[in-house]
């Protein structure tokens, strides 16, 4: 009978004992939690302007890697929304302003000061360092975040570690995930249980339309 316990957990690792769960079963739920599971980043960005040391290029680097805290329950994937739109809605994408003003001697521009829309998409630490400026210089930037998943770019990725180790038991492994902080570590391995039994039923189907041709 296959069965899933919880060894360990906080609020960024969780451990569970899967048993009686082929192989590549096991090994596909790893794989989702890793980059399967849909989460934010910022993905958009216009650069009103720039005159820090750092080009544009690279603050959009910078900030398409922030970890952005996500909820799964009130925004949709952009291909899955019922706006059907190109540039988005309120419903598949959120709005983030960053204006650093003018500083009148050096300062390091973090996380708290980039803006969101919406107060539960936000980047999960106010203390992550994005640019520093010397005096008189500025950053203003408007970007908009959306729900990706890890296989299309790793600043999607849910998890920063999944791993599958095989115990001394028979028919046992140990699954541990470590999340980015976009979703906790439970949501992550619950949402990939859920895609894995979904495509599990998806293959079962297209076996079906074959085996009827």
């Not at 910078?62 to 996500?70: A, D, E, F, Q, Y």
């Not at 005096?135 to 930037?141: D, F, P, Y």
């Not at 849910?158 to 976009?182: M, P």
Request: glycine letters at 8%.
């Amino acid at each position: 009978m296959p069965s899933l316990v919880i060894i360990s957990k906080d609020e960024r690792k969780m451990s569970v004992k899967i048993k009686g769960v082929p192989l590549e079963y096991a090994n596909a739920l790893r794989r989702i939690c890793l980059n399967g599971i849909p989460v934010f980043a910022i993905d958009t960005i216009d650069i009103i302007e720039n005159s820090s040391v750092l080009p544009d290029e690279g603050i959009a680097h910078r900030l398409g890697l922030i970890p952005i805290k996500t909820d799964l329950g009130r925004f949709n994937e952009p291909a899955k929304c019922d706006c059907k739109s190109e540039t988005g809605c309120s419903n598949c994408k959120v709005m983030l302003v960053l204006d650093s003003g003018d500083p009148d001697g050096p300062k390091t521009i973090f996380t708290d000061e980039l803006t969101s829309e919406d107060d539960s998409i936000k980047p999960i630490s106010d203390k992550i360092p994005i640019v520093q400026l010397a005096s008189g210089q500025r950053v203003k930037i408007e970007c908009y975040a959306r729900l990706g998943r890890g296989r299309e770019h790793a600043k999607w990725n849910s998890a920063n570690i999944a791993t599958l180790v095989e115990t001394n038991k028979e028919d046992e492994r140990i699954l541990t995930v470590e999340s980015t902080g976009a979703l906790n570590p439970e949501e992550i391995i619950l949402a990939g249980l859920e895609e894995l039994g979904n495509g599990i039923e998806e293959f079962k189907d297209m076996i079906e339309q074959l085996n009827k041709k």
